[in-house]
C-alpha cells in the first residue's frame, strides 16, 4: 500500500490530498516536524534531504511534493485530471504545476521561516516583509490568470490546483487571503470545499 510521510501543513499536505482526490487507498505515516525527527538516520534513509513529503509505493521510494503529485497522478488518474502531451493544456498544466512549488511557495516558506521556524535571534523581520509582498504580487498574477475560470485549466479540476492549492492553504492559514483579488479568493473557496481536501486537511 501507498505509505505517505506525512505532517500537518507540511507540503506532504499535497500528496495526501492527491491521492484523497484520486481515491487511492494510502497509509499516512505522521512524522514529527522537528530536526531530532527528520534529520534521524531513520527517516533519511525515506527522505535524504530530510524533509516532507516523502513516499514508499511498492519498491518506489519519492521526495519532493511535485514529483509525487506528478507520479501519482500518471499512475492512478485519468483525464481531466491528469493531462498528458498532445493536449493543447498540457503545458499550462506543466506550468502551473510547478509553479505551485517553484514560485508561489518560497516566499512564504520564508514568511514561516521568520516569523515561527527559527529561533527569534535569527529571525529577520525584513525578509518576512519582504516575502508578505512578493507572493502579494504574485499572486496578481494568479487572480489575472483565474479570470472567468473554476479552475487553473478551465471547468475542471486536475494535479496542478493541488499544487498551487497547498500554497493558498499556507496563505490562509498565515491570514494573506483575508485582503486577496476576487478570482484568487473564490478559487480557494471553490478548493478548500473539496471534500478530499478537508479529508486531506485533517490529518
Ligand atoms: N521542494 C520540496 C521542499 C520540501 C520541504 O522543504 N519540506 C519542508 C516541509 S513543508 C521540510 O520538511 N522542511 C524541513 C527541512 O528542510 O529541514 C518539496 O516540494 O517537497
Known amino acids: 500500500m501507498l505509505k505517505i510521510h506525512h505532517s500537518k501543513h507540511t507540503r506532504s499536505l499535497r500528496v495526501v490530498w492527491i491521492a484523497e482526490e484520486l481515491g487511492v487507498t494510502y497509509e499516512s505515516h505522521h512524522v514529527p516536524f522537528d530536526p531530532a525527527t527528520l534529520k534521524s538516520d531513520e527517516f533519511l534513509t525515506v527522505s535524504p ?18 514529483a509525487i503529485c506528478q507520479y501519482l497522478t500518471e499512475k492512478y488518474g485519468k483525464h481531466p485530471f491528469r493531462r498528458e502531451m498532445g493536449d ?18 518560497p516566499p512564504l516558506a520564508n514568511i514561516a521561516q521568520h516569523t515561527s521556524i527559527r529561533p527569534e535571534s535569527r529571525r529577520i523581520p525584513q525578509v518576512a516583509a519582504e516575502s508578505v509582498e512578493t507572493f502579494n504580487e504574485r499572486l496578481q498574477v494568479l487572480d489575472r490568470h483565474l479570470a472567468g475560470k473554476h479552475y487553473l485549466l478551465g471547468a475542471d479540476m486536475c494535479a496542478a490546483d493541488v499544487m498551487v492549492g497547498y500554497a493558498l492553504h499556507l496563505a490562509s492559514l498565515f491570514k494573506l487571503l ?24 485533517a490529518k
Open 49 to 66: 534531504f530530510g524533509a516532507l513529503p516523502a513516499i514508499e509505493d511498492g519498491g518506489v521510494r519519492m521526495v519532493e511534493s511535485g
Open 88 to 105: 493543447p493544456l498540457y503545458p499550462l498544466y506543466l506550468q502551473w504545476l510547478h509553479a505551485g512549488e517553484a514560485t508561489l511557495t
Open 178 to 201: 483575508d485582503n486577496a483579488p476576487m478570482h484568487v479568493k473564490d478559487y480557494w473557496k471553490r478548493l478548500s470545499s473539496r471534500p478530499a481536501y478537508q479529508r486531506a486537511a
